[in-house]
């Protein structure tokens, strides 16, 4: 009995010796409905390669009956963690209890549960309303005193990146009166959206008293950029343009000076995610339970070309 | 009333879009300037018939599917497929004539596959659209791999965003396409074996009318229209975004052909009423945007104004104003 403890014991600690490598890791992934996620993905295989650990990744294609049993495959199998990025907010108590029981840690990618805290490890986002505040806020800094009419397209009205982006946009250009957003309407998200309503805010303000643009995301920004040449202005120049995911194409539009600057939703969520498994691997550390990801602010002067040819390939 | 058949036929559609232009104007007083700026028309109403072409030109193919008593609901994903291809051949390298010819056939491959589902295995043309409706996306996405491509050639971002003489190419492209079909249509005996198919196909076939040719051909047709609603689409952003080109434009391209007064039951059609009926959507959806109020109330606003429209047309309400006039008329002093 006591040879057994020793062993037992001697066992854990050679285990908690080794260096954090060689670990299995399922990647329940929604599916691949963006640019946005297809990168995240890449750039979570990147990084479980970079780091030695074998990813097991399933494809969900947006149904959470194939995610829960994604999930539960990786339990019957095992594996050391979870990464899952759910598709929906409810209905994951269940198969959470279970990796909770199997004693494997789940960390939560980009979006959250409505479930108790302790089912998961933690998880890691972005903060949308951020995102949002440092837009604002580099628009204040960039026009100092000077009167500033600013558009803005709106995501799809009713969902939480436009609700969040446009209040924490509030909130970065607040208490500066100069700043005022004259139209707000909604661009979908989309590139064709984005033209479209961009070409009725030039004509309902008259171009010239439009200082800047703001879109609560990039495609919406290239779509309205092109709307502004067509009108014989110059994007960049003329109107200010800030907009929010820093997707590849918005920096090919940064190296020619039609846009100013955005604020990068990161699809590195893995990074974060693997630094605190490891963590815990090693010694058991719990970490926060939400783990904030970096809102990076892009500018013309981060050599957007170099940046445009890193992220052209990660599948965007 | 000597009013000629065609005109009074559009009559209550051209009232509608200039009351309609009318109450705007009220709402943001710049409405209808027009100017000229980098060459080019510049004003909202250029806005209005530029923006509506996808709509108009596949409301051109959904008037002829609907005067079969037919209906084609996957247009919008046909656009997607179509602009997908034209983008994919273009990026790697085809030449302009090639690439524009590969996506006007993929579009009437896609048209020809309804038309063989609708006529030739007899399936409900509902369910039969709605196949390649929702398939389509996953087609398109399979050519794009998932991601938007973007392309450079000026040739094919001119169909988008070109001009000819000031006015945009895409205005050009759908007045052409109609002026084209209409000829066709009604110089030869085309559009009166289409509107017999839609009275009453048995009685069309027993009379001599090749009915299944005539219902493949619509199908075609339409599938050609929505090929070049979705060269025109993804020309304007100079990208193929196989998620969002062309979404819910189907329902567009129905409630135009609707509101000009055409029956879903089939029969009787004017292409000319139906591509009013996409400029009223237009100008309604243009208007909004310009009104500048908050965008939870866009569709709000749209459905009150459709509805409203179709109120006053309905066949119902439509004699009852007319013998009210009348009455008004007669009443002796």
């Known amino acids: ?316 | 009333m000597t009013l000629p058949a065609g005109l009074a036929r559009i009559l209550p559609m051209l009232a509608t879009l200039v009351l309609l232009v009318a109450a705007i104007t009220v709402v943001s007083p710049g409405f209808l300037e027009i100017s000229v700026a980098n060459g080019r028309l510049y004003g909202s109403p250029i806005d209005v018939l530029n923006r509506g072409a996808p709509v108009a030109l596949l409301a051109i193919g959904m008037t002829l599917v609907i005067a079969t008593g037919g209906i084609d609901l996957s247009v919008g994903a046909v656009m997607a497929i179509c602009g997908a291809v034209a983008a994919k051949m273009v990026t790697l390298g085809y030449p302009l004539p090639v690439t524009l010819l590969a996506a006007l056939a993929t579009g009437a491959a896609c048209g020809l596959w309804n038309g063989l589902l609708v006529s030739v295995l007899r399936i409900q043309p509902i369910i039969a659209t709605l196949i390649l409706m929702v398939a389509g996306r996953g087609i398109a996405q399979l050519v794009t791999e998932g991601a938007i491509l973007t392309f450079s050639d000026p040739g094919l971002a001119f169909l988008g965003s070109g001009a000819v003489l000031g006015v945009p190419f895409p205005v050009l492209l759908w007045t052409a396409a109609a002026v084209g079909t209409i000829l066709v249509l009604r110089r030869t005996a085309l559009g009166f074996l289409i509107e017999a198919v839609g009275v009453n196909a048995r009685a069309a076939y027993r009379a001599g009318v090749n009915t299944r040719v005539t219902i493949i051909a619509v199908y075609v047709v339409s599938g050609l229209c929505a090929a070049l609603a979705g060269l025109v689409v993804t020309a304007d952003i100079r990208g193929a975004d196989a998620n969002n080109a062309g979404l819910w434009l189907e329902l567009d391209a129905i409630l135009a052909v609707v509101i000009g007064g055409n029956s879903l039951l089939g029969g009787r059609f004017s292409v000319v009423a139906s591509l009013i009926g996409a400029m009223i959507t237009q100008t309604v959806n243009t208007g909004i945007l310009l009104a500048g109020f908050p965008p939870e109330y866009n569709l709000l606003i749209k459905a009150w104004i459709v509805l409203v429209i179709l109120v006053v047309q309905s066949p119902r309400l439509r004699p009852l104003l007319a013998r009210r006039r009348a009455m008004r008329r007669g009443t002796p002093t």
């Open chain 1, 1 to 316: 009995m006591k040879n057994l403890t020793a062993y037992a014991l001697f066992a854990t600690t050679a285990l908690a010796a080794l260096p954090a490598a060689a670990e299995t890791v399922g990647f329940a992934q929604i599916g691949s409905e963006s640019g946005w996620r297809a990168a995240e993905t890449t750039v979570t295989r990147q990084e479980a390669e970079k780091r030695g650990h074998d990813l097991k990744f399933a494809d969900a294609q947006q149904k959470q009956e194939n995610q829960i049993k994604a999930v539960k495959t990786f339990i019957a199998q095992g594996v050391d963690a979870i990464l899952l990025a759910p598709v929906v907010a409810t209905g994951w108590d269940q198969v959470l209890q279970e990796a909770k029981e199997a004693e494997i840690p789940v960390v939560l990618l980009d979006r959250q549960v409505d479930s108790s805290e302790d089912l998961y490890l933690t998880a890691v986002g972005s903060d949308l309303e951020h995102e949002g505040r440092v837009a604002g806020e580099w628009l204040v800094q960039q026009v100092g005193d000077k009167t500033c009419n600013v558009v803005e397209l709106q995501g799809t009205t009713g969902s939480s990146p436009a609700i969040k982006r446009k209040a924490g946009f509030e909130a970065g250009i607040a208490g500066h009166d100069n700043i005022k957003i004259t139209r707000s309407q909604t661009g979908d998200f989309t590139r064709t959206k984005g033209k479209e309503v961009m070409e009725s805010f030039l004509k309902a303000e008259g171009g010239t008293e439009i200082c800047a643009l703001y879109a609560h995301n990039d495609d919406m920004a290239v779509g309205a950029i092109q709307a502004i040449k067509e009108a014989g202005k110059k994007p960049g120049t003329d109107i200010l343009v800030v907009s929010i995911d820093a997707v590849p194409d918005i920096f090919q539009a940064m190296a020619a000076g039609e846009a100013n600057a955005t604020v990068e939703l990161t699809p590195n969520m893995a990074g974060p995610a693997f630094d605190a498994l490891e963590a815990y691997w090693k010694n058991g550390t719990v970490p926060p339970k939400f783990i904030q990801t970096e809102s990076k602010l892009y500018t013309q002067a981060d050599d957007p070309q170099a940046i445009y040819e890193s992220k052209k390939n990660l599948g965007y």
